[in-house]
Antibody, heavy 121, light 108 residues
């Protein structure tokens, strides 16, 4: 059973950089899956941030692309999110998730429990 | 960006009743649409993919239909554990992947 666990600071100062890590257990990050970050805030619902393949290929949400970096560490079986120049609008529950190919298209089949990040001074 | 609009925002029903949830896309997503269930304090759970295929372990009372721009999630006979928030999600025209704003299914 694949499990994902987010970790990182729960409080980030405005204009700072949000950094989160997702540890993958029960499976290899080098499997034929994509790995993604999704956030959820009361005002905007679920918002896809981006995704990465173990080769390092990435896709980002155009609305966040200028501030987002997703990276993978195969030696630690984990992937990470960095979001720069944060504001209060970035306050949200952040989830990491696995994307699996279901016939033709990738869908989210495993999720972490989420970690709440608050942007405040 | 494809916008997914879910209706109704809130649906109040009793256990045993049939639930019908709608998701409308701003442009065609073919059949590349999924439905997720989210309970308080939990992450979303995949129910339906490719509009009508049940994910592993999902009970047969959940079914999905539709293609193009109009999709429906049906729960044939509500169980107490089905009361939750439901989201649709598309991956036909991306980036970005987009989600609907959710339908809250509450006990009447």
């Amino acid at each position: 059973q694949v499990q994902l666990q987010e970790s990182g600071p729960g409080l980030v100062k405005p204009s700072g950089t949000l950094s989160l890590t997702c540890a993958v257990s029960g499976g290899s990050i080098s499997s034929d899956n994509w790995w993604s970050w999704v956030r959820q805030s009361p005002g905007k619902g679920l918002e896809w941030i981006g995704e990465i393949y173990h080769s390092g290929n990435t896709h980002y949400n155009p609305s966040l692309k200028s501030r987002v970096t997703i990276s993978v560490d195969k030696s630690k079986n984990q992937f990470s999110l960095k979001l720069s120049s944060v504001t209060a609008a970035d306050t949200a529950m952040y989830y990491c998730a696995r994307l699996t190919l279901m016939e033709i298209v990738l869908y989210f089949d495993y999720w972490g429990q989420g970690t709440l990040v608050t942007v405040s001074s | 960006e494809i916008v997914l609009t879910q209706s109704p925002a809130t649906l109040s029903l009793s256990p045993g009743e049939r639930a019908t949830l709608s998701c409308r896309a701003s442009q065609s997503v073919s059949s590349y649409l999924a439905w997720y269930q989210q309970k308080p304090g939990q992450a979303p759970r995949l129910l339906i993919y490719d509009a009508s295929n049940r994910a592993t372990g999902i009970p047969a009372r959940f079914s999905g239909s539709g293609s193009g721009t109009d999709f429906t999630l049906t729960i044939s006979s509500l169980e107490p554990e089905d009361f939750a928030v439901y989201y649709c999600q598309q991956r036909n025209n991306w980036p970005p992947i987009t989600f609907g704003q959710g339908t809250r299914l509450e006990i009447k």
